[in-house]
């Protein structure tokens, strides 16, 4: 069980760029987010994802695009990258609501970016 | 809407003294809150959760937090700091009548330093 993964760990692009971030769950989740964390900004969401094939905009998605084709997985794209995007970016998924409330997101290591 | 505030970006103490890491949220519902530990060149760990069971909430290292909603506070607290309590620490919120499938809403994290 390897929980929440994330491919790749680090990146350096060139500004006009474009690459996409993999996240995988292999814990059944149906709920499944990217965040982006920088300097004293704590995380913001960036998308997220309600179930297969469904995707929905979070507090900061402009520049970036997503797809959930399978449930396990959930993509991250950048189609023409820029420096405002240098950042560390974190997937999470999570069980669906229960009866007792929102349950923990679980968190990938996350994936260090740098836009040049 | 939500949003979280933590007080101070940086809290130092000393190995075996209090740990204080102040959280206000606001919430236009009933919130869940959550703390989450980043340790350096990690992913979050979930710390512990308040989801409206018990206001005094225990977590994992032995962290706890009680929510105060007349003060709309978290703060999370711990006896006696330890060396390897040095951390990111972020409070988050969730908004509870929504079912919180839109994500967290992170605060902007306090770094706490242990001092020997």
């Known amino acids: 069980n390897a929980g929440v993964t994330q491919t790749p760990k680090f990146r350096v692009l060139k500004t006009g760029q474009s690459m996409t971030l993999l996240c995988a769950q292999d814990m059944n989740h149906e709920y499944m987010y990217w965040y982006r964390q920088d300097p004293g900004m704590g995380l913001r969401l960036i998308h997220y994802s309600v179930g297969e094939g469904t995707t929905a905009k979070g507090e900061v998605p402009d520049g970036y695009n997503v797809s959930r084709l399978k449930k396990q997985n959930f993509l991250l794209g950048l189609e023409s990258a820029a420096p405002s995007q240098t950042s560390v970016y974190f997937c999470?998924?999570?069980?669906?609501?229960?009866?007792?409330?929102?349950?923990?997101?679980?968190f990938g290591p996350g994936t260090r970016l740098t836009v040049l | 809407a939500q949003s979280v505030t933590q007080l101070g970006s940086h809290v130092s103490v000393s190995e075996g003294a209090l740990v204080l890491l102040r959280c206000n949220y606001s919430s236009s519902v009933p919130p869940y809150l959550f703390w989450y530990v980043q340790y350096p060149n990690q992913g979050l760990q979930l710390l512990l959760k308040?989801?409206?069971?018990?206001?005094l909430v225990k977590g994992i290292n032995g962290f706890e937090a009680e929510f105060k909603k007349s003060e709309t506070s978290f703060h999370l607290t711990k006896p006696s700091a330890h060396m390897s309590d040095a951390a990111e620490y972020f409070c988050a919120v969730s908004a509870a009548s929504g079912g919180g499938a839109d994500g967290l809403t992170f605060g902007k994290g306090t770094h706490l330093i242990i001092q020997p």
């Open positions: 308040y989801t409206s069971a018990a206001t």
């Open positions: 999470a998924s999570r069980d669906a609501l229960g009866g007792g409330g929102p349950d923990t997101q679980y």
